[in-house]
């Protein structure tokens, strides 16, 4: 059986690729559960454990005690030591927070105080917007863009000439607020810029704000945590932002295809934190003191600025950066002991739980005709999985897939990697490891049998004519048809599917009046049942030496010219030999993904 190593589509993951937060689940609905998986934690499980902080800091923990227990050998320093001269030091809004993109136009209100609107390649100001005016920016032509008045009767009124489609909405004042319909948020102490990408044609919408204000728009944890917790997930924020400016430049120098996508050196969403402008600040008032409290305050690594990580909790032990993201780098990033995030203090409502998935959604999604294993096969230092092994089939034949556990944790939007996982076999007999497990689930799913009893498939029990009659009519799709012609199958159960079998020319009974229903079919037999049913081109050759003048040599040397069988050994074929149901399903399979 062939193995397939799927690499994994991995790249270069900054701060959040697909963090789970602690505000929703991803966790996808199942049908029929025939794969169980039962895990621990929730999101990719690098750095901070949320619930553990949570728990460390209800239990008395400083922040920086917190810090020290999930980020390995860093120091708490003011960002000026950790990033000497950086733009992050030198520009008093260095952060450029990507909010929309690619838009025909925006539009905004000012809330409180005033605002003026300016042209920014010739740094002109053209109006000055008060408290309630709603305002529209957008093309006049595909590189000239102009501002206009939402009017009280309805509608816009051009109030400017067209000018350059980078522009600009700035304060007036630090009071200054701005509300975005599209975001159905507030901005505040920043200036909102516009800016046209060179490739979609449409119009970028960024937020330009200073690192402290930034952060005080980032609340990735509940307010009644304790003021360690929110510390330690203010520094971690911190560290995050700066780290991820830092790697991408400032706005002057940003990468091309960068400059593109969205003209900022942070996004408002993934794959960095979520940023909710000063509609968070409201609500969030002692997140907002963690972050007066630890200004400036950072981690730091002998490589400068440490890149902060964080999820809702690990499975108990957090995880290498190497491990989740298959890249060097970031040593202070290890596995550590995460049991505070199952402690009671932490209330973790992720501490277990339980998905279950249709055998038929792991097919689909990793090309396999039929799926009939799925099992762990690698697991990381920290326990959790590594590599998942799917087994089935694949163009009629069995393959085993390897794949990256994180990547089945994308695919089925699963809390976390630490879990286990099982399938449950569709008959007692045929165990998921089954040499024909993959084919008798491709029977059953295709509707051709039921098994030889309610929870049995009776994989070594020899196929009998009548059944070999009845797996064909199903595998063929044959119609049912009147007459009787056989008198040794009168009253048997598969009668129907006999005088089918005859009706379609694929038979004639092993005497002119009689079929044999209970006598078992021969491999000779069953290769001129296929070849006939499946219309099997004919073939020369001498493919087995034990089949010279047998009277279905020629079928024989058809089924293996198509692929369908290899014979029971390299030069042999067995003609005589009876096969077992187990064999049939294999047999039948390969004909049918011929």
Known sequence: MPTIRVVGKLFRLLPLFLVATLFGSH??????????????????????????????????ATHEQ????????????????????????????????????????????????????????????????????????GYDTPDRCFFQRKQRLGGFARISSTGSCDASVRPVTSATKLFLPRKARTYSDGTLRLRQSSTTNGIHVVFQIGLESYLKGVTIAPDSW??????????????????????????EVLDPGRRADCH??????????????????????????????????????????ALGMYSSSSGGVTENY???????????????????????????????????????IIAETYGFSWVSDIEVVNRNDSGSART??????????????????????????????TFDVSMTPLFNDVPTGH?????????????????CSTVNYCPNQFVTRAEMAAFLVRALDLPAVGGDPYRDDNGHALEAEIASLASSGITSGCSTT??????????????????????????????????????????????????ITSGCLTTSYCPNRPVTRGEMAAFLIRAIDD
């Open 514 to 563: 009689a079929y044999c229903p209970d006598r078992s079919v021969t491999r000779a037999e069953m290769a001129a049942f296929l070849v006939r049913g499946f219309n099997i081109a004919s073939a020369t050759g001498r493919p087995f030496i034990d089949v010279d003048g047998h009277f279905f040599e020629a079928e024989i040397a058809s089924l293996a010219s198509s692929g």
């Open 27 to 60: 966790l996808a609905a199942a049908g029929t559960a025939d794969v169980s998986i039962e895990g621990r934690g929730w999101g990719h499980g690098v750095g901070l454990s949320q619930y553990g902080a949570k728990a460390l800091g209800a239990d008395g």
């Open 66 to 137: 917190i810090l020290h227990r999930y980020f390995t050998g860093v120091s708490l320093v003011p960002l000026a030591a950790a990033a000497p001269a950086s733009f992050l030091e030198t520009e008093v809004q260095p952060l450029w927070v990507g909010l929309l993109q690619g838009q025909s136009g925006v539009s905004f209100t000012v809330s409180e105080d005033s605002a003026q609107l300016c042209f920014d390649d010739l740094d002109s100001c053209v109006a000055t917007a008060v408290p309630g005016e709603t305002y529209r920016f």
């Open 435 to 451: 040499p024909f497990a993959g084919e008798v689930v491709g029977l059953v799913e295709l509707g051709i049998t039921t098994g």
């Open 322 to 360: 190497a491990d989740v993201f298959d890249e060097t780098g970031h040593s202070h990033l290890r596995s550590v002991n995460d049991s505070a995030a199952f402690a009671d203090s932490a209330g973790n409502p992720h501490d277990s739980w339980g998905a279950g998935y249709d055998r038929a």
């Open 264 to 305: 900022c050196n942070l996004y408002d969403s993934d794959p960095d934190s979520v940023f909710r402008g000063s509609t968070e600040e409201d609500t969030h008032p002692n997140w907002i003191a963690a972050v007066d409290s630890t200004r400036s305050q950072v981690m730091r690594t002998t490589d400068g600025v």
């Open 388 to 417: 998942i092994r799917i087994s089935g089939i694949v163009d009629g034949r069995p393959t085993t897939v390897d794949v990256a556990a994180v990547d089945l944790r994308n695919a089925l939007s699963l809390r976390s990697t």
């Open 226 to 251: 304790s003021g360690a917790s929110l510390m330690a997930h203010v520094v971690t924020v911190r560290s995050t932002a700066a780290w991820n400016a830092l790697e991408r430049g400032k706005v």
